[in-house]
């Protein structure tokens, strides 16, 4: 008998003890899921003074996209670095992806970028450079420090009628809710995706999502369709900072002049 009442006290603290660990792990553990949660809500941007999300300021990746928007090893004035490309393959038609093996043999002279010519989009965006939005109610403009590149990005009008091989393609936006969806089509097929040869063609498409995610950070997003090229579309995305520096502003990248100062040919391309 006096096993047993041993046996049903101990029964009992242990009872107890178990208790008292659920009730403090629910103490512990339940207001930080709380707060997990309240930290994954959708941010909302202030407004501008026509009502729009306000993306206005200066932005810069963190990333090393504009040297292989795939996952990629170091080579030399090339650091290495994660990809950018969802679900880490580019859908190459066979043939294409013949070439782009071909571009990426040849990178250090057939690179665009290394002629000084206009990157393009979306590589502008992910270039090693930051860049300037400026809002208005009709018109978004994206200023880049890059070769002092401007892009205009008219809101809620249609493109142009026809094909125009611009570098830069031709730019429509509209608001999606809080996020700035950018159409850009009228490509020429003299731009690369990146250092590492991956390229398109004069059916390019690409449709951006600007989606501010905090006050300071903003995703981005860019959809890229080719049926001369790919087999399907595919997409790419990163994030945004806002720069925080001090007297802020966009600086100069000459790249024609550091050609010419190289005893370079100057480029006779047209620009947009």
Known sequence: MMTSR?????????????????????????????????ARAPYTPPKNADGQ????????????AYVDIQDHGAWLGAPAGNGVVEGHEIPYKPDMLAK?????????????????????????????????IVQSRNQVNILYEYD???????????????????????????????????????????????RAGNFHSDELHVVERYTPTGPDHMNYEATIEDPKVFTRPWKMSMTLYRRQDRNMELLEYECYEYLLEQGWPAPNTPRD
């Open 148 to 194: 002092h590149a401007i892009r205009y990005v008219y809101m809620n009008k249609p493109h142009p009628q026809g094909h125009i091989d611009w570098w830069m393609g031709d730019s429509r936006g509209r608001w999606e809710g809080n996020t700035l969806v950018v159409d850009v089509v009228d490509f020429n097929d003299e731009t690369w995706f990146d």
């Open 100 to 132: 782009k093996q071909q571009n990426y043999t040849n990178r250090k002279t057939a690179d665009p970028e290394s002629k000084c010519y206009l990157p393009g989009v979306p590589r502008i965006t992910y270039m090693p450079f930051p860049f300037q």
């Open 6 to 38: 041993r046996d049903a006290e101990t029964q009992r603290k242990s009872l107890l003890l178990c208790v008292s660990v659920s009730l403090w792990l629910v103490i512990v553990f339940v207001p930080s899921v709380a707060v997990g949660q309240t």
């Open 53 to 64: 999300p306000d993306i206005s300021g200066f932005w810069q990746v963190v990333n090393t």
